[in-house]
Protein backbone atom coordinates (compact mmCIF):
# COMPACT_ATOMS: atom_id res chain seq x y z
CA UNK A 1 0.00 0.00 0.00
CA UNK A 2 2.06 2.95 -1.05
CA UNK A 3 -0.65 5.75 -0.52
CA UNK A 4 -0.13 8.73 -2.74
CA UNK A 5 2.56 8.60 -5.35
CA UNK A 6 3.62 12.31 -6.61
CA UNK A 7 6.35 12.01 -9.69
CA UNK A 8 8.96 13.53 -10.30
CA UNK A 9 9.99 14.83 -6.81
CA UNK A 10 12.08 17.64 -8.40
CA UNK A 11 12.23 19.75 -11.59
CA UNK A 12 13.28 22.42 -12.97
CA UNK A 13 11.85 23.79 -15.78
CA UNK A 14 12.67 27.12 -18.56
CA UNK A 15 9.83 29.87 -18.90
CA UNK A 16 7.28 28.89 -21.54
CA UNK A 17 7.80 24.74 -21.07
CA UNK A 18 4.62 22.88 -20.20
CA UNK A 19 5.04 19.18 -18.13
CA UNK A 20 2.68 17.64 -15.89
CA UNK A 21 3.07 16.46 -12.25
CA UNK A 22 2.33 13.09 -11.83
CA UNK A 23 -0.13 11.71 -8.74
CA UNK A 24 -1.53 8.03 -8.21
CA UNK A 25 -3.37 6.82 -5.26
CA UNK A 26 -4.06 2.90 -4.56
CA UNK A 27 -6.51 3.39 -1.18
CA UNK A 28 -9.68 4.10 -3.62
CA UNK A 29 -10.10 6.99 -2.91
CA UNK A 30 -12.71 9.83 -4.13
CA UNK A 31 -11.71 12.89 -3.53
CA UNK A 32 -8.19 14.19 -4.47
CA UNK A 33 -6.58 17.80 -4.73
CA UNK A 34 -3.71 19.79 -5.89
CA UNK A 35 -1.90 22.15 -3.63
CA UNK A 36 0.95 24.70 -4.21
CA UNK A 37 3.24 25.57 -1.46
CA UNK A 38 4.77 28.72 -1.00
CA UNK A 39 6.93 30.57 2.00
CA UNK A 40 4.53 32.24 4.16
CA UNK A 41 1.38 31.39 2.21
CA UNK A 42 0.30 28.27 3.47
CA UNK A 43 -0.87 25.19 1.48
CA UNK A 44 -3.39 26.50 -1.69
CA UNK A 45 -5.80 24.61 -3.79
CA UNK A 46 -4.94 24.69 -7.19
CA UNK A 47 -7.60 21.99 -8.45
CA UNK A 48 -9.89 19.81 -6.99
CA UNK A 49 -12.03 16.13 -7.98
CA UNK A 50 -14.62 13.94 -6.19
CA UNK A 51 -14.38 11.31 -8.60
CA UNK A 52 -13.76 10.17 -11.60
CA UNK A 53 -14.40 12.44 -14.77
CA UNK A 54 -15.47 15.18 -11.83
CA UNK A 55 -12.83 18.20 -11.53
CA UNK A 56 -13.32 21.63 -10.59
CA UNK A 57 -11.22 24.95 -9.66
CA UNK A 58 -9.47 25.66 -6.17
CA UNK A 59 -8.48 28.93 -5.34
CA UNK A 60 -5.55 29.47 -7.72
CA UNK A 61 -6.38 27.69 -10.66
CA UNK A 62 -4.87 30.09 -13.01
CA UNK A 63 -2.29 28.31 -16.09
CA UNK A 64 -3.12 24.45 -14.60
CA UNK A 65 -5.18 22.21 -15.90
CA UNK A 66 -6.03 18.65 -14.56
CA UNK A 67 -7.91 15.78 -15.88
CA UNK A 68 -9.11 12.83 -13.81
CA UNK A 69 -9.90 9.52 -15.99
CA UNK A 70 -9.68 7.48 -13.60
CA UNK A 71 -9.88 6.61 -9.71
CA UNK A 72 -6.17 6.38 -9.39
CA UNK A 73 -4.77 9.20 -11.09
CA UNK A 74 -4.96 12.81 -10.75
CA UNK A 75 -2.74 14.46 -13.32
CA UNK A 76 -1.67 18.30 -12.92
CA UNK A 77 -0.67 20.25 -16.18
CA UNK A 78 1.17 23.27 -16.76
CA UNK A 79 0.47 24.54 -19.84
CA UNK A 80 2.95 27.50 -20.17
CA UNK A 81 5.41 27.23 -16.91
CA UNK A 82 6.43 30.71 -15.50
CA UNK A 83 8.75 31.89 -12.28
CA UNK A 84 5.74 32.57 -10.52
CA UNK A 85 4.81 28.40 -10.85
CA UNK A 86 8.45 27.93 -8.63
CA UNK A 87 6.65 26.26 -5.67
CA UNK A 88 6.61 22.90 -3.63
CA UNK A 89 3.30 20.98 -5.66
CA UNK A 90 1.16 18.66 -3.08
CA UNK A 91 -1.02 16.39 -4.31
CA UNK A 92 -3.99 14.56 -1.68
CA UNK A 93 -6.42 12.31 -2.01
CA UNK A 94 -9.29 11.44 1.15
CA UNK A 95 -12.44 8.59 0.97
CA UNK A 96 -14.31 11.78 1.84
CA UNK A 97 -15.51 15.19 3.22
CA UNK A 98 -15.51 13.21 6.76
CA UNK A 99 -11.93 11.85 6.35
CA UNK A 100 -8.16 13.61 6.75
CA UNK A 101 -6.45 14.22 3.24
CA UNK A 102 -3.43 11.71 2.97
CA UNK A 103 -0.58 13.69 1.29
CA UNK A 104 1.95 12.67 -1.42
CA UNK A 105 5.68 13.74 -0.76
CA UNK A 106 5.61 16.39 -3.21
CA UNK A 107 6.98 17.97 -5.99
CA UNK A 108 9.68 20.85 -5.99
CA UNK A 109 9.23 22.84 -8.94
CA UNK A 110 11.57 25.52 -10.49
CA UNK A 111 10.82 27.71 -13.24
CA UNK A 112 13.76 29.99 -14.71
CA UNK B 1 -13.03 36.45 1.05
CA UNK B 2 -13.35 33.86 3.39
CA UNK B 3 -10.23 32.78 4.90
CA UNK B 4 -9.16 30.89 8.03
CA UNK B 5 -6.37 32.53 10.00
CA UNK B 6 -4.05 31.22 12.56
CA UNK B 7 -1.74 33.11 15.57
CA UNK B 8 0.75 32.62 16.61
CA UNK B 9 2.89 32.65 12.46
CA UNK B 10 6.35 31.53 14.68
CA UNK B 11 6.53 29.90 18.28
CA UNK B 12 9.73 29.21 19.71
CA UNK B 13 9.83 27.35 23.53
CA UNK B 14 11.93 25.38 25.56
CA UNK B 15 11.86 21.84 25.83
CA UNK B 16 9.18 20.89 28.15
CA UNK B 17 7.14 23.81 28.07
CA UNK B 18 3.61 24.16 26.93
CA UNK B 19 2.77 25.42 23.65
CA UNK B 20 -0.75 26.96 21.72
CA UNK B 21 -1.89 27.79 18.15
CA UNK B 22 -5.19 29.07 17.29
CA UNK B 23 -7.10 28.83 14.55
CA UNK B 24 -9.75 30.94 13.40
CA UNK B 25 -12.44 30.74 10.31
CA UNK B 26 -14.42 33.65 9.11
CA UNK B 27 -17.17 31.53 8.27
CA UNK B 28 -18.97 28.50 10.64
CA UNK B 29 -17.25 25.30 9.70
CA UNK B 30 -18.75 21.62 9.28
CA UNK B 31 -15.52 20.43 10.97
CA UNK B 32 -12.07 21.41 11.36
CA UNK B 33 -8.78 19.24 10.82
CA UNK B 34 -5.18 19.51 11.66
CA UNK B 35 -2.12 18.33 10.15
CA UNK B 36 1.30 18.68 11.11
CA UNK B 37 4.53 19.22 8.63
CA UNK B 38 8.12 18.43 9.70
CA UNK B 39 10.71 20.59 7.93
CA UNK B 40 11.14 19.03 4.45
CA UNK B 41 8.32 16.73 4.70
CA UNK B 42 4.78 16.17 3.64
CA UNK B 43 1.68 17.38 6.04
CA UNK B 44 0.19 14.89 7.86
CA UNK B 45 -3.31 14.46 8.99
CA UNK B 46 -3.29 14.53 12.57
CA UNK B 47 -7.43 14.70 13.97
CA UNK B 48 -10.62 16.21 12.69
CA UNK B 49 -12.99 17.81 14.91
CA UNK B 50 -16.49 17.65 13.98
CA UNK B 51 -19.21 18.39 17.23
CA UNK B 52 -19.63 22.08 18.75
CA UNK B 53 -17.51 22.39 21.97
CA UNK B 54 -15.31 18.99 21.03
CA UNK B 55 -12.25 18.32 22.53
CA UNK B 56 -9.92 15.20 21.85
CA UNK B 57 -6.52 14.10 23.30
CA UNK B 58 -3.55 12.19 21.84
CA UNK B 59 -1.25 11.65 23.91
CA UNK B 60 -0.12 15.18 25.12
CA UNK B 61 -1.52 16.99 22.09
CA UNK B 62 -4.89 18.53 23.08
CA UNK B 63 -7.73 19.96 20.13
CA UNK B 64 -10.50 21.74 21.09
CA UNK B 65 -13.32 22.75 18.40
CA UNK B 66 -15.30 25.95 19.61
CA UNK B 67 -19.04 26.04 20.63
CA UNK B 68 -19.92 28.80 17.27
CA UNK B 69 -17.80 25.91 15.12
CA UNK B 70 -15.84 29.01 14.21
CA UNK B 71 -12.76 28.44 16.71
CA UNK B 72 -10.26 25.57 16.88
CA UNK B 73 -6.98 25.27 18.84
CA UNK B 74 -4.22 22.63 19.41
CA UNK B 75 -2.13 22.70 22.67
CA UNK B 76 0.94 20.54 23.27
CA UNK B 77 2.13 19.61 26.54
CA UNK B 78 5.64 19.57 27.89
CA UNK B 79 6.48 19.91 24.07
CA UNK B 80 9.76 17.87 22.91
CA UNK B 81 12.02 18.10 20.05
CA UNK B 82 10.21 15.56 18.08
CA UNK B 83 7.17 18.76 18.30
CA UNK B 84 9.22 20.40 16.11
CA UNK B 85 7.33 21.34 12.64
CA UNK B 86 4.35 23.27 11.38
CA UNK B 87 0.84 22.72 12.35
CA UNK B 88 -1.42 23.31 9.70
CA UNK B 89 -5.53 23.64 10.88
CA UNK B 90 -8.03 23.30 7.78
CA UNK B 91 -11.49 23.44 7.30
CA UNK B 92 -14.05 23.65 4.19
CA UNK B 93 -15.23 27.54 3.59
CA UNK B 94 -16.72 27.34 0.74
CA UNK B 95 -17.58 23.12 0.27
CA UNK B 96 -17.53 20.21 1.88
CA UNK B 97 -14.86 19.34 -1.08
CA UNK B 98 -12.62 22.09 -1.03
CA UNK B 99 -10.18 22.36 2.06
CA UNK B 100 -8.66 25.32 3.27
CA UNK B 101 -5.64 25.51 5.16
CA UNK B 102 -4.60 28.09 7.37
CA UNK B 103 -1.01 29.87 7.13
CA UNK B 104 0.38 27.55 10.01
CA UNK B 105 2.33 28.18 13.22
CA UNK B 106 6.05 27.32 12.72
CA UNK B 107 7.28 25.32 16.49
CA UNK B 108 10.93 25.28 17.27
CA UNK B 109 12.07 23.39 20.17
CA UNK B 110 15.16 24.02 21.87
CA UNK B 111 16.39 21.38 23.42
Known amino acids: NAGVTQTPKFQVLKTGQSMTLQCAQD?????MSWYRQDPGMGLRLIHY???????DQGEVPNGYNVSRSTTEDFPLRLLSAAPSQTSVYFC???????????FGSGTRLTVV | GQQVMQIPQYQHVQEGEDFTTYCNSS?????IQWYKQRPGGHPVFLIQ?????EVKKQKRLTFQFGEAKKNSSLHITATQTTDVGTYFC???????????FGKGTLLTVNP
Open chain 1, 92 to 102: ASSAGSNYGYT
Open chain 1, 27 to 31: MNHEY
Open chain 1, 49 to 55: SVGAGIT
Open chain 2, 27 to 31: TTLSN
Open chain 2, 49 to 53: LVKSG
Open chain 2, 90 to 100: AGPLVSNYKLT
